[in-house]
Every structure is written in C-alpha cells, then in structure tokens.
C-alpha cells in the first residue's frame, strides 16, 4: 500500500505534523483581536447612543478575529476533524470591554462552544465542496459569531450600569478572543 492510500501512514503523518506545530513558537490555539476607541461620546448622547458605541467596537473586534489569518491557523490545524469519526474540539469564545479612563473593571464575557464531526459535515452541504480546510473555516466563524453574541449579552447588563456610572466617556477597548482545543 502505497502512503497515499495507507490510512494509519496518513494518521501518523497528521500526528507528527501536529506535534511540531505545537513545538514551534509560531502554534496558537486562538484567535484573538482587539480594538481601540479614542473619540469620546457627546456629553448629550443617550445611554442607548453610547451602548451602541460599545456593540460597534465589539463588532469591529469580531470581524477582525473572523477574517485573521490566526483563524485560519485554527481552521488548518482541525481541518482534519471531518476524516476522523470520533474526533471532536472544544473552546470558548470570549468578548472583553476595557475602559481605560475609568477606574471600572473589566466587563468580561465566555460562551463555550463544540465542534462535532457532524458539524461539518453540514457545512460541507453548504458549500457544496469536500476541502476540510473551507468547511473548518466555516464552521470556526459560524461558532465565533454565536459565541461573540451570547457573550455580549451576558455582559450587556453590567456594560449598562458602567454606561450609567459613565465610566464609556473615555478610551475604550474591545477584545474578542476563540480559543479552540481538542476534545475528549
């Protein structure tokens, strides 16, 4: 049998390129950006007004991480998912808001997802083509957008009481994070 053919060559192949990957310095199991906000709100600006200034940071965060090239590392490195039954990977998507003028915490929010075979599969109906790496890629964006939102709302009550204490009137940042590991 030739090594195209052999499946347990070809396994071990994947396992020994994994493994360097995670040797190298370059390996990350995320995908992350984050985004910064300089120009302040009116002073007259409505607590709906500003909340939105807040969700359009996180969105500006989201399409960033969505189109970086460390999410399609992620999509590389699981592109396999699909040749193999009983493989599977787990990860959180993250949404963290910074206000750097006001001495207000952090408002961080986590949505765990997974990632099924059957996943992809799905997604390989949807696009109509057999390339693991197309159908990682998305089935990694359709998980970062669900996770970005459950986590906003997660965070939206306590983002409008800092609205409220206005700890917004001032350089804002937004980071959106996907870490993704294999599962059990």
């Not at 040749?83 to 003028?101: E, K, M, Y």
Request: hydrophobic share 35%; aromatic share 4%.
């Amino acid at each position: 049998m030739s090594f195209r053919t052999n499946p347990d060559r070809i396994l071990d192949h994947i396992d020994r390129e994994r493994n360097r990957d995670d040797a190298g310095a370059h390996f990350s199991r995320d995908a992350s950006a984050r985004k910064l906000d300089t120009e302040l709100p009116p002073s007259e600006a409505t607590t709906t007004e500003r909340l939105r200034r807040l969700f359009k940071l996180v969105e500006k965060a989201y399409t960033e991480a969505a189109q970086s090239g460390e999410i399609r590392r992620l999509a590389a490195r699981f592109q396999t998912i699909g040749d193999i039954s009983n493989h599977h990977a787990r990860g959180d998507v993250s949404v963290s808001i910074q206000f750097l003028d006001h001495d207000h915490a952090d408002e961080v929010g986590m949505s765990p997802f997974e990632i099924l075979p059957e996943h992809l599969d799905e997604a390989k109906k949807e696009t109509r083509t057999s390339r693991a790496d197309v159908n990682a890629m998305k089935v990694l964006r359709g998980q970062l957008r669900n996770g970005v939102m459950a986590a906003y709302k997660k965070i939206e009550p306590r983002l409008r009481d800092a609205v409220r204490d206005r700890a917004d009137m001032g350089h804002v940042a937004a980071q959106v994070t996907m870490d993704l590991r294999p599962g059990g």
